[in-house]
């Protein structure tokens, strides 16, 4: 069973950093894309940020440039460097693994961030 662990979600003013980290089980997460979702309050889940096995990587117009999705395959990781927050940033962060622009397993906690002066 894949179960995943989300952390280091924070409140951050405006222009602020956060790197979030996913810890994960199993060892499909070794040659698997890995993703990270986010759900903002009254809003679907959506798909923010792509990383496959070999660290290639896709991200959603909205945080293209200020974010940075990588991976760390020894030790069954996936990050999320966020930069320039804004305010609609503000989300639930989720990661998981990526098949065909969906997600596969069922979701973990998730760690809240919020954008806010």
């Known amino acids: 069973q894949v179960q995943f662990v989300e952390s280091g979600g924070d409140l951050v003013q405006p222009g602020g950093s956060l790197r979030l980290s996913c810890a994960t089980s199993?060892?499909?997460?070794?040659?698997?894309?890995m993703g990270w979702w986010r759900q903002a309050p009254g809003k679907q889940r959506e798909l923010v940020a792509t990383?496959?096995?070999?660290?290639?990587?896709n991200y959603a117009d909205s945080v293209k440039g200020r974010f940075t999705i990588s991976r760390d395959n020894a030790k069954n990781m996936v990050f999320l460097q966020m930069n320039s927050l804004k305010p609609e940033d503000t989300a639930v962060y989720y990661c998981n693994q990526v098949r065909g622009g969906s997600y596969v397993y069922a979701w973990g906690q998730g760690t809240p961030v919020t954008v806010s002066s």
């Open positions: 199993g060892n499909i997460f070794r040659f698997s894309p």
């Open positions: 990383i496959t096995y070999g660290s290639s990587t």
